[in-house]
């Protein structure tokens, strides 16, 4: 059976959550083999969260889940994409819709925009 090759990564994989709907990357995290199998029997993201060192639900501490709808495995097994129906209106823990929300204005001048506007504030989100 196909399976993400965890091995890879000694143990944690990148795992990108994707807008079911709009395609847009909302997020990268990593998952080990416990936040996959919890994924799949859930049908919730779950990833393990290397600050933490544990597992994370996405969206238990925001009430923003992810719903997954489908799972995608890159051609090497060590990349999984998750197509996601995000609840609540924002994937960043910082209050925008995607982690990706700074964009490199200038290739040469090293200064960057913010391309995205802030959703939530987090200082209330996460007392």
Request: hydrophobic share 35%.
């Amino acid at each position: 059976m196909l399976q993400p090759d965890f091995k890879k990564g000694n143990g944690l994989i990148p795992a990108i959550a994707q807008d079911v709907k709009t395609h847009k990357v909302l997020m990268m995290a990593y998952m080990d083999q416990e936040a996959w199998e919890k994924t799949l029997s859930t049908g919730d993201a779950h990833y393990h969260s290397r600050s933490r060192n544990k597992l994370w639900h996405k969206g238990e501490s925001s009430g923003h889940v992810q719903k997954v709808h489908a799972v995608r495995l890159d051609c090497d097994e060590d990349t999984i994409l998750l197509l996601v129906e995000q609840i609540g209106d924002a994937a960043c823990h910082l209050g925008y819709e995607s982690c990706f929300f700074r964009e490199l204005k200038n290739l040469n001048s090293g200064e960057w925009k913010e391309c995205c506007d802030k959703i939530f504030d987090p200082k209330e989100v996460y007392k």
